[in-house]
Every structure is written in structure tokens, then in C-alpha cells.
């Protein structure tokens, strides 16, 4: 007998972050540039790294839908972080070029 | 969430839902991030380990003898406050996790007082254990960490003949006990020639104890892992069906998230999943000395817990990171060193070659190629290598739009 495999989309990951957004109180705010990796979950193995295989069963359109909804988390959790000033908006681009502190910083939420 | 300069813009850690990310320069800014300097001279390493390996002991009674560290029952540890020092330094370079392991960390009375350092650190401890000694009380204090995984190869007789005696149901209820109190956790899976028919089970029985995630691990040839390993490594037609192998099963167990360790990357590879994809999540090949370095019991630094020759103190980690010569050579081996076939291998960048570990056992040469991957043994053999098909039909899942 042939079994019908299971939605593509679902797996913990894929259910933990469509939750994600369905418990989003309206849209994120705006939150200018890109997600260009995303390395979900911890790595409790003091020996070597983990790398998630199932996102492989995931559809490309999933792919992208999931990049969107961790921009959202983190644009939502800067915004309670660093209330101000305020983000700027998803059109303020900024230039590469421009030159700014020189020094390296680490912005974090440790208590100093 | 922290966010921390790096070539490409930043990475940001958050915790609800943990992830890492990689953002660009442009977000990076927007999220508070001052970058100018590096992003204007980029040096094309990170600026810092993401994670170390911290063994907090090499102490354990198992006797394993598969065991990577060698543990003994009055294995060495060194004192709190080295390791205290240690991780206060970790966390001072930007750290973003760290992995407790040993030897049997929950031997060790002072872990709790050791993690919560961490924590108030900024530091995120995530732990492995052997599940020995878990309670339910432990299980509680257990929840100072991100994730606790539970070391389990396989049930009843697979667990034996992996590691010596049948520890299945202790490690099985000791997950039960951490999903009970609310901790997020999962087992460490010595996936071998002797364990990998018995994996189905396995995860069967993760779910039933509300286990999340099963990470797969590689049998490596270090400590007393040597004795055995040519008996105990995936044959050739296991590794290449390992992609297809895994999918399948997590298709069939959908509330596991299934992880393979970085030395399975070759073997990943064989199936030519889509680079862009794995790059997207963060799929990762040897990133030692880079993405991930290793603290032994003694508090000395290598680039990975299963390279034997230290490099320094944990101090070489954050003050010599740029300039020591030993992290500089593993960074650049794929761009600079890699001979065939992974010089003109497609997946070189993510791969990175392979398992150095196993190459060290194998041919005494870190900077060897892979002797387990598929694309090396037909290279070795003067073959043409031919890819496995990712799924039984012949299709790749991830191209349903």
C-alpha cells in the first residue's frame, strides 16, 4: 500500500514558524535590508555543528516565506529593543559608502 | 537579541525562536550595528567563533568505547573559576553559544553555577549529556540551558553494541523528564554501520518522549573511536543514500527536526541537493576555527573538538584570532589548498573537505580530501562520480512550487 506522505511544509521548524506569524499582532514593523542566512535552533552538541536537513523538504516559496517571517520577529523584537530612534522606514536606504563610527560594535541587550 | 558586526553586515542572535542569522550591511544598521570599518576591509573569516565547545570535564563512568575524549571515571576538570574565566573571555569576543559537554557534565555539582554564568554572561549554554544521573529535580535546573541533548545511539541492543552496555531507557527517560520540565531537547545519534538500522525506531520513540530534534553524528576516529572505526563507518552505499535515507524518515516523523553534523557533508553532497538552499539555512560543512571552535577539559583551544593538538589557551581564541597561523590555514583550505576532487567540486565552499578529523586518522593530513566521501572514493577509483537521486522517484522535494 502506498502512503501518502505528509504536507511538505510540515515539521517542527515549518509549523514553529508559521505560528509565529499567525501570533503576530499585525504586520511587522518596517525593517530595511536582508536576511541572507538563517541558522535556526541551538546546537546542543559539544562536538561538532548541526545543520537542519529537513528545510530540503521545504518548497522554495516556504524558503522565502520563512526568511519574511524571521525579518518580522527580529524587526518586531528591535523595535521593543532600541524604541528609539526609531527604525527606520523599509525605503530609507542607506549607502555603503557612507562613512560612519569607524569602531566595530557588538549591540546587545546584556545589562553593562 | 545581539547583533555583532561581520564581513557580509551581521549576525543576530535571537532566542524566541533561537536562530542565527546573517543579515546585510543595510539591516545590520538599521539594527544598531557599526560596521564601516569591517565592512569597508573585509577579511573573510568571522570576527569570532558563533559557538565553542566547552568540555567541562572528561569525567564519566560509562566507559564508552567509543568515546571521542577518552573520559575515565575520574577524568580531569579543571576548577569553576578557570572555566568561568574561560567563558567570560568566550563571551568577551562575541560568542554567541556554548556547548557544555565531557566526559558526563552532570557528574560535575558546579555545572548549574557554571551555566548560569554563562547566561548572565550573554552567553546561550546549550549541553550534552550522557542522561545518567537525570531526576526530575535536574531536569528543572536543566532549563538554565537553550537545548539539552541526550547521547543515544540507537534502542536496546543497537544501543549496546554502540556503546557497551544498554543505556536506551535511561537516556529515553531522562528526555521525558527534560520534555516534561519544559526544556527544549533532543538526542545526539552516532550514526554508523552498526546504528543506522536501527534509526527508524529511534525516532519513533524520540517522539513518543517529546523529544524535538535528533542530531546525526559521524563516527570519528579520535580517542578510543580510533579502535574500531574502520568496522563502524557508513559503507559507501549507506553514505550515498544517506540524503534520500534521511528525508524519507523525516517525511514519516514531521514534529523531528532532523540534523546531520558538519563531517556529513560530503556524504549530504552526494545527492546535489541545491547549494543555495543549504547556504540559505545555514547548512555548514567543516567550519573549524571559523563558525565553531573547541575548549578541552584543560582549557586549551582547537579549532574542533576532535583535533587533539591544541593551538593555545582559550585567550589564542580571542587575541590571536586573526593572526594565529593554524586557524588562518583552516579558514583558507578550501580556497587555497584543496586538491582534487575537491578543488573543482561543486560544493567546496560548503564542504570545505570534509571531516579533518577523519582525514588526520586516515592519512595523518587534515588537508587530505574526505576519504568517506562518495565524490572522493570515485575520484580514487578513476570514476566519474554520478549523484544519487535526492528522493526514491528521482526528484528533488524543494522544487514543488
Not at chain 1, 529537513?54 to 523584537?77: C, E, K, M, P, T
Not at chain 2, 537579541?1 to 533561537?18: L, Q, S, Y
Not at chain 2, 563502524?232 to 527536526?257: D, I, K
Given at each position: ?112 | ?18 536562530a542565527l542569522l546573517h543579515v546585510d550591511p543595510t539591516m545590520a544598521r538599521a539594527l544598531g550595528a557599526q560596521g564601516e570599518a569591517r565592512w569597508a576591509s573585509p577579511r573573510g573569516w568571522l570576527s569570532a567563533p558563533t559557538e565553542v565547545h566547552v568540555l ?123 520534555a516534561e520540565a519544559g526544556v527544549s531537547c533532543g538526542a545526539n545519534t552516532v550514526l554508523c554501520h552498526r546504528t543506522l538500522p536501527g534509526l527508524p525506531a529511534l525516532l519513533a520513540a524520540l517522539e513518543k518522549v517529546g523529544a524535538h530534534e535528533v542530531e ?186
Open positions: 500500500m502506498t502512503q501518502t506522505p505528509p504536507p511538505l511544509e510540515h515539521g517542527h521548524w515549518a509549523q514553529r514558524l508559521q505560528a509565529e506569524a499567525a501570533r503576530a499582532d499585525g504586520p511587522a514593523p518596517p525593517l530595511p535590508g536582508r536576511i541572507l542566512r538563517a541558522k535556526l535552533g541551538y546546537n546542543p552538541n559539544s562536538s561538532s555543528i548541526g545543520s537542519l536537513i529537513s528545510v530540503l523538504l521545504w518548497s522554495s516559496a516556504f524558503a522565502a516565506v520563512a526568511i519574511n517571517i524571521l525579518q518580522g520577529v527580529v524587526a518586531r523584537q528591535a523595535l521593543g529593543a532600541h524604541p528609539r530612534p526609531a527604525l527606520p522606514s523599509a525605503g530609507d536606504q542607506h549607502s555603503e559608502a557612507t562613512a560612519g563610527s569607524a569602531g566595530e560594535t557588538v549591540a546587545d541587550e546584556r545589562p553593562s | 537579541m545581539k547583533v555583532r558586526v561581520e564581513d557580509f553586515g551581521a549576525i543576530v542572535a535571537i532566542d524566541d525562536p533561537p567541562v570535564t572528561e569525567r564519566c563512568p560509562a566507559g564508552c568505547p567509543s568515546c571521542y575524549v577518552g573520559a575515565t571515571p575520574d577524568g580531569p576538570e579543571r576548577p569553576k573559576e578557570e572555566v568561568m574565566r574561560a567563558l567570560q573571555r568566550l563571551a568577551d569576543a562575541g560568542v554567541f553559544h556554548v556547548a557544555l559537554g565531557g566526559g558526563e557534565s552532570i557528574l560535575r555539582e558546579d555545572l548549574w553555577e557554571i551555566a548560569a554564568y554563562a547566561r548572565a554572561l550573554g552567553l546561550v549554554p546549550n549541553l550534552t549529556t550522557s542522561g545518567m544521573g537525570m531526576t526530575a529535580r535536574v531536569a528543572e535546573r536543566c532549563r538554565v540551558f537553550g537545548q539539552v541533548n541526550v547521547s543515544l545511539d540507537g534502542l536496546g541492543t543497537v544501543y549496546q553494541a554502540s556503546r557497551g552496555y544498554d543505556g536506551a531507557a535511561g537516556a529515553l527517560r531522562a528526555l521525558r523528564l527534560l546525526l553524528l559521524r563516527y570519528k576516529p579520535t580517542g578510543r573511536g580510533t579502535r574500531d572505526y574502520e568496522e563502524r563507518a557508513l559503507h559507501e552505499a549507506e553514505a550515498r543514500a544517506l540524503l534520500p535515507t534521511l528525508l524519507a524518515m523525516a517525511q514519516r516523523h514531521p514534529s523531528l527536526n532532523l540534523k546531520i553534523d558538519c563531517s556529513f557533508v560530503p556524504f549530504l553532497c552526494a545527492a546535489d541537493p541545491p547549494l543555495e538552499l543549504l547556504e540559505r539555512f545555514g547548512v555548514i560543512g567543516c567550519e573549524a576555527g571559523n563558525v565553531l571552535a573547541a575548549v578541552r577539559a584543560d582549557l586549551q583551544a582547537t579549532p574542533c573538538s576532535f583535533i587533539e593538538a591544541p593551538i593555545g589557551g582559550v585567550d589564542v581564541l580571542v587575541d590571536a584570532w586573526d593572526s594565529d597561523a593554524t586557524l588562518l590555514r583552516w579558514r583558507a583550505y578550501h580556497e587555497r589548498e584543496a586538491p582534487e576532487p575537491c578543488a573543482s567540486c561543486p560544493y567546496r565552499t560548503l564542504c570545505k573537505g570534509g571531516c579533518k578529523a577523519v582525514s588526520v586518522h586516515v592519512h595523518g593530513d587534515p588537508f587530505h580530501p574526505d576519504p568517506e566521501c562518495p565524490r572522493v572514493r570515485a575520484w580514487n577509483r578513476g570514476e566519474t562520480f554520478v549523484a544519487v537521486p535526492l528522493t526514491p522517484n528521482g526528484g528533488h522535494p524543494h522544487a514543488r512550487q
